[in-house]
């Protein structure tokens, strides 16, 4: 067993966390506050592989591992959750899905440029009626003469009216279940299609979250993902690949947060002393740091499931549910730590609190997640 980081990986995160501090971390409070989608930071992650890190470089991306990629994603939570599940989404929920279940055309055509950050990607499977019960979707797909017609609404999309490509879940057989499931590929031109307003979230403000309407909505028959009903495990095993990203999102939040508290509690006095000397403080960032660190554990634990071929799906959950409740409790202790400054938009930690919560939603809850857990264990 080996818990060094490889020289590609230290590489990696080198680079981003530069990019984070230098571009990133200057706007992150001003997009926050703005909802401000930071479009100009797009083409800056393009140029530096960071929408495509974990693809293959044949296909215009880094080449590099999903431990790299789980470290880029955690040092751009660090100082802003919102980038970091604009690339999240785009990598794990559209990108891997095109090069994993994707006909060679639709490699071509589309895995390259999403790989290379020339269009970013959304994967839209939630509804309105359709939540954790992801089955449960009334979207329908017909096939008439060389095309499918979409008809129905998906909500909470990331990266929403930003998309290049959507992967699309809809019922082709309304009665066969979870099997009747499939999965098409959208692109924002297609007659029938648009997008709603933008959600005003409680956290992750400046990544855009949306509703996506189809009527009549008309894709080409080539459009399909994979097989007609394969589009529920298409999904499901996408997710399972994108609980690891928001795992290492909310590693990142928990860690900007602890990074945060120590600062303050060196130079802020209270009783003629630093808060650090106190062991109150002390305490707190003790437990903190050895949560941040079992969390990263199992972070990178189930990426490098993937990289070496393993199962990852229970591996993920496991990772995504306690990074993410580690993430809202380490939050939690941070503004407990700046006392009333911590409650104000002066200080990072406010931020890292609301951000933090979601992770424990999307990408299914935290009872999802158990219940994965437990399927695993129990069947
Ligand atoms: N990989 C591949 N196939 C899988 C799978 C996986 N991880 N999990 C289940 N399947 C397959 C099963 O094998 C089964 O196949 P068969 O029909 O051949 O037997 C089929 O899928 C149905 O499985 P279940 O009966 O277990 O499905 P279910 O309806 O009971 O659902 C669930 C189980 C775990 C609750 C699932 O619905 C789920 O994960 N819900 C949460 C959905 C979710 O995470 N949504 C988030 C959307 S994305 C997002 O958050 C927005 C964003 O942009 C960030």
Redesign the pocket.
């Known amino acids: 067993m080996n818990f060094e980081l490889t020289e590609d990986q230290l590489l990696i995160r080198e680079m981003v966390r530069e990019f984070a501090q230098t571009e990133v971390a200057p706007i992150a409070a001003e997009i926050d506050r703005d909802h401000r989608f930071p479009e100009e930071l797009i083409p800056q992650m393009a140029k530096l592989n960071i929408l495509g890190v974990p693809i293959p470089e044949e296909f215009g991306g880094a080449g590099a591992d999903n431990v790299s990629y789980v470290i880029a994603l955690e040092e751009l939570a660090r100082v802003c959750a919102s980038t970091s599940?604009i690339v999240s989404?785009h990598t794990s929920?559209a990108t891997w899905p095109i090069f994993e279940f994707g006909s060679t055309a639709q490699k071509e055509k589309y895995g390259t440029k999403l790989a290379a950050g020339e269009i970013l990607g959304?994967?839209a499977?939630?509804e309105p009626g359709a939540?954790?019960?992801?089955?449960a979707g009334k979207t329908t797909a017909v096939l008439k003469g060389d095309e499918y017609v979409l008809n129905g609404s998906k909500i909470?999309?990331?990266?929403g009216g930003y998309a290049g490509l959507y992967i699309v879940t809809a019922m082709t057989d309304p009665a066969a279940?979870?099997?009747g499931i499939s999965a098409f590929l959208v692109e924002p031109d297609a007659p029938g299609f648009s997008v709603g307003e933008k959600e005003h979230k409680m956290g992750i403000k400046a990544s855009s979250?949306t509703p996506l309407y189809f009527s009549d909505c008309r894709i080409p028959k080539d459009a399909l993902l994979g097989a007609e009903g394969k589009g529920?495990?298409i999904a499901?095993?996408t997710?399972?690949g994108?609980r690891i990203g928001?795992a290492a999102q909310a590693l990142g939040i928990a860690q900007g947060a602890l990074d945060a508290s120590i600062a303050y509690a060196k130079e802020r006095v209270q009783f003629g002393k630093p808060l650090s000397a106190l062991q109150a403080i002390q305490w707190m960032i003790a437990d903190m740091a050895t949560q941040i660190d079992a969390a990263r554990l199992l972070v990178y634990r189930a990426a490098w499931n993937k990289d070496n071929g393993l199962p990852y799906?229970t591996a993920a959950a496991m990772a995504k549910l306690f990074a993410s409740e580690t993430a809202t409790h380490v939050a939690d202790r941070a503004i407990q730590i700046h006392g009333g400054y911590g409650y104000t938009e002066s200080y990072p930690v406010e931020r890292a609190y609301r951000d933090a919560k979601v992770t424990e939603?999307?990408?299914?809850?935290s009872e999802?997640q158990r219940?994965?857990i437990a399927?695993s264990l129990l069947r």
């Open positions: 599940i989404g929920l959304a994967f499977l939630t939540g954790t019960d992801a089955a909470f999309i990331t990266n279940g979870t099997r979250t529920f495990k499901m095993a997710l399972d994108g928001v799906g939603l999307y990408e299914g809850t999802v219940m994965v399927g």
